[in-house]
T-cell receptor, first 111, second 114 residues
Framework: DAKTTQPPSMDCAEGRAANLPCNHSTISGNEYVYWYRQIHSQGPQYIIHGLKNNETNEMASLIITEDRKSSTLILPHATLRDTAVYYCIVRNIQGAQKLVFGQGTRLTINP | GAVVSQHPSWVICKSGTSVKIECRSLDFQATTMFWYRQFPKQSLMLMATSNEGSKATYEQGVEKDKFLINHASLTLSTLTVTSAHPEDSSFYIC??????????FGQGTRLTVV
């Protein structure tokens, strides 16, 4: 079963920052937080991941709370092409290393 | 980033026939690959973990005799849907673990059984 909870849908205006929350209150010490997104009828695309420190790359920023029970994915300047389903996943990178998907957040970027 | 290729991207088959889907890691070796199934408007459901040179590990409720997985090389895993029926129609997606434990996904295969 997925170990994260996300809002089912969100809207954001084009050009604004999109902030997608995720709760993972049962995360364990050796589990990372991963974010993927899926544009309609395509395979998921990796966005970013982190353990406990905030992370930033060319696509997004990941803010993880100090207790690691929640995180926020930030798309700093959303474009129409960012419309997708965003999945927050906790993953143990040892052992089976499976990625188990929850229901995700359907983000719609409006012009 | 690393590239994972699935083939075919879509396939239509008759009920009762078998269909093979290929998943290739094009620029890295993947000892572990995963197979998912996704129905319309639903999330991805993990079907099985495919390990090179050994038997696949199936998730609970997935019939191993119906969904045959072969991972014969470090760059290729195949999923064969045997005796396909209309309820097997779905979007099948593979994922391969890269050298830094990142998971890279194929573009998916849409199977329609008529």
């Amino acid at each position: 079963d997925a170990k994260t909870t996300q809002p089912p849908s969100m809207d954001c205006a084009e050009g604004r920052a999109a902030n997608l929350p995720c709760n993972h209150s049962t995360i364990s010490g050796n589990e990372y937080v991963y974010w993927y997104r899926q544009i309609h009828s395509q395979g998921p695309q990796y966005i970013i991941h982190g353990l406990k420190n905030n992370e930033t790359n060319e696509m997004a920023s990941l803010i993880i709370t100090e207790d690691r029970k929640s995180s926020t994915l930030i798309l700093p300047h959303a474009t129409l092409r960012d419309t997708a389903v965003y999945y927050c996943i906790v993953r143990n990178i040892q052992g089976a290393q499976k990625l188990v998907f929850g229901q995700g957040t359907r983000l719609t970027i409006n012009p | 980033g690393a590239v994972v290729s699935q083939h075919p991207s879509w396939v239509i088959c008759k009920s009762g026939t078998s269909v093979k889907i290929e998943c290739r890691s094009l620029d890295f070796q993947a000892t572990t690959m995963f197979w998912y199934r996704q129905f319309p408007k639903q999330s991805l459901m993990l079907m099985a973990t495919s390990n090179e040179g050994s038997k696949a590990t199936y998730e609970q409720g997935v019939e191993k005799d119906k969904f045959l997985i072969n991972h014969a090389s470090l760059t290729l895993s195949t999923l064969t849907v045997t005796s396909a029926h209309p309820e097997d129609s779905s979007f099948y997606i593979c994922s391969a673990l890269g050298p830094n434990t990142e998971a890279f996904f194929g573009q998916g295969t849409r199977l329609t059984v008529v």
